[in-house]
């Protein structure tokens, strides 16, 4: 595929979806249905080739399979070209209703090159993904409840027992079986399922090849296919494989609307279940915790405040009211501050409206890279946001150069993930496979970053800075205070660590289905699952950290800007542990480049949560402590 081509339709995607309210309807779940009639024309378009082993994609014509006279592609989007899709058409066309057998494909002699390529692929494990009417290829794994393998098997490697000797076959004989929905009035039908059974089969026939031949093991007159012969279709040098295909037609009940309802089952809704209500949990005893602080505790002190009346009683003071001339004085390293939470700011709404955006159905799994395509469209318009916070949070820390905060709100974290990818990107780029980014592909990603999301933020920083600073509630001493020695378990690092468990307590066996769809090729559309557990998330982040930040402001400890956005913040190190524990655990990646790239995209995934946790907790404090020292009197 041409860099050009990409170049031009990003940008058109680009410019369609920023200047045109219209451009949602990107992401509507699937085009209007397609009503086929007996004897019509059906073409299978081919997508990439992938393996949960190497996680590297290939494209279906890397290695020798039967080819159209002319191979054209089929028009991308940005998310299916990050995830390395590419889809093509295929030799393979079906009539509608019509049963066909032993339809011959092609006929292909193995040559060194060849045999190489079809045993690496074996090797790895790899499956070949097909599309027919925009529902992608499945093989039926169980019956009850269905399960459903993305795509089939390119072959099968078998190591006799007793012996070293290894043999590769291929599965060269595929019986498709097309399910459709019929209506009576018209006697059109709507395609609602795409299955198929992969065989390995040593075809025969009489005399030399040629495309008359009729094959001994696969009688397209008799209505018959040798499904199974021993010895199978071996992958070896010099030996021919012929490449058929039977397909058959199955009325069904399922409505087209309901299509993708099959594929999308999801066997283990129990688990998602105990996930939430085991999470509720740490969300209830937490805020008991609140509520006995701001109800009892809060109450009580603040009543004792406003009482006292002598300079005697005053100098008596303990707790969180002393260090009431220190608490909002502006931290060390302020300006980072503000970066990040103007960045946990944008990647809050990205999530937010992405999350809304897939529970009222906008991201079907049938639009392909749907998803990535409106996280970095949100994410860029986001922007704007981000700049808002940051500019607001540093003018009240009485900072003057708004420009040079905006610009590293703008940069860092994009720069420090665009930086990884491209590294990454190179490494694929190194194993020749599809999910290389083009060079077109990543001028538009460029052009999204700095022709639209950096004046984006610039505008909202300028926004943010026009206002006028937010007024503490009490004034800030000239000399900062001295803080008292802290008992060991209320030490910055302590306190940070433990309040990173919780949060993500509260979403670690969503996380778990979510690495899988990711790095197992399953089908994940439970966003309403999703949802809710991204609610308690946020309620989560912000209760442990009033909590702690209380404890602290009780210790007389006053250094609560950073540790209040570390505390929830460190969530994304357990995040990272997990992942690590995922890799050793679930995953069978043994290609040291595969390796890499899964820790390189985690590092990005865990760096993201921790500013979005971050953003979260330090927001929550912030909201805290200006509520409990507007509420007392200070002479």
């Known amino acids: 595929m041409g860099n050009q081509s990409h170049l031009g339709l990003h940008l058109r995607i680009c410019f369609f979806l920023l200047l045109s309210f219209h451009g949602l309807s990107f992401y509507l779940p699937g085009v209007a249905p397609q009503d086929f009639f007996k004897g019509d024309t059906l073409r299978v378009k081919v997508n990439k080739l992938a393996s949960t082993k190497t996680q590297l994609p290939y494209s279906y014509y890397s290695i020798p399979y039967c080819r159209p006279h002319k191979i054209v592609d089929s028009a991308e989007n940005l998310g299916e070209v990050l995830r390395g899709d590419r889809i093509e058409n295929s030799p393979y066309e079906f009539q509608m209703r019509i049963p066909q057998m032993c339809n011959v494909v092609c006929r292909v002699v193995l040559d060194e090159k060849k045999t190489k390529e079809f045993k690496e692929k074996i090797d790895d494990e790899y499956r070949v993904n097909m599309i027919l009417d925009n529902l992608p290829l499945v093989v039926p794994m169980t019956n009850s409840p269905v399960i459903y393998q993305h795509g089939y098997f390119v072959g099968r490697k078998i190591q006799y027992a007793g012996t070293k000797e290894e043999k590769y076959f291929i599965n060269n004989h595929l019986a498709f079986i097309v399910k459709y929905h019929r209506d009576i009035q018209t006697d059109s039908a709507r395609i609602v399922g795409f299955e198929v059974n992969a065989y390995s089969v040593k075809h025969q026939y009489d005399g030399k090849w040629n495309d008359k031949n009729r094959l001994t093991t696969c009688d397209a007159h008799a209505k018959r296919t040798v499904l199974t012969s021993d010895p199978p279709q071996e992958v070896e040098n010099n030996k021919e494989v012929i490449f058929t295909y039977d397909v058959d037609f199955q009325e069904s009940e399922i409505k087209w609307a309901s299509r993708w309802d099959t594929y999308l089952l999801m066997a283990d809704d129990q688990v998602h279940w105990f996930s939430i209500v085991n999470s509720l949990m740490i969300v209830l005893f937490l805020s008991g915790m609140v509520a006995m602080i701001m109800l009892r505790t809060l109450y009580r002190d603040i009543s004792k405040y406003n009482q006292l009346e002598t300079q005697e009683e005053a100098q008596e003071e303990t707790g969180w009211k002393l260090v009431h001339g220190d608490v909002f004085r502006p931290p060390v390293n302020s300006d980072l501050l503000c970066v990040y939470v103007g960045t946990g700011v944008q990647f809050f709404g990205m999530i937010l409206l992405a999350m809304i955006f897939a529970v009222l159905g906008f991201l079907s799994p049938s639009n392909r890279g749907g998803l990535m395509t409106a996280l970095l469209i949100l994410w860029v318009l986001m922007g704007i946001f981000g700049g808002y916070a940051s500019a607001r949070l540093y003018k009240s820390f009485k900072g003057t150069e708004w420009k040079s905060i905006t610009l590293k709100t703008a940069f860092m974290f994009p720069g420090i993930a665009f930086a990884i ?72 690092a302590f ?20 690495l899988t769809s990711i790095w197992l090729q399953q089908f994940y559309y439970i966003f309403g699952f999703l949802f809710i557990v991204f609610v308690i998330l946020i309620v989560t982040c912000a209760e442990i950290t009033i909590v702690l930040c209380y404890f602290q402001l009780c210790s007389e400890d006053y250094l609560w800007w950073w540790r209040s956005y570390l505390t929830s913040g460190s969530s994304a190190l357990y995040l990272f542990l997990y992942t690590i524990f995922y890799f050793f655990t679930k995953l069978n990646i043994t290609k040291p480049v595969s390796g890499i790239l899964y820790f390189g995209y985690m590092l990005i995934a865990s760096y993201a949560f921790f500013v979005l946790t971050g953003t979260i907790g330090f927001y929550a404090c912030f909201w805290f402590t200006r509520l409990i020292y507007s509420s007392v009197k200070i002479d």
């Open 421 to 492: 990818f491209f590294v990454l990107n190179a490494l694929i780029w190194g194993e020749k496979s599809s999910g290389a980014v083009p060079f077109g592909t990543m001028f538009a990603l460029v052009f999204l970053w700095f022709g639209i999301s950096v004046p984006l933020v610039f505008f909202g920083s300028y926004i943010g800075f026009k206002k006028p600073a937010l007024e503490d509630p009490v004034k800030t001493n000239k000399i900062p205070r001295q803080i008292p020695e802290q008992a060991w378990y209320m030490s910055s």
């Open 495 to 514: 306190s940070i660590l433990i309040g990173g468990i919780l949060p993500f307590g509260a979403v670690f066996i969503e996380l778990f289905f979510i």
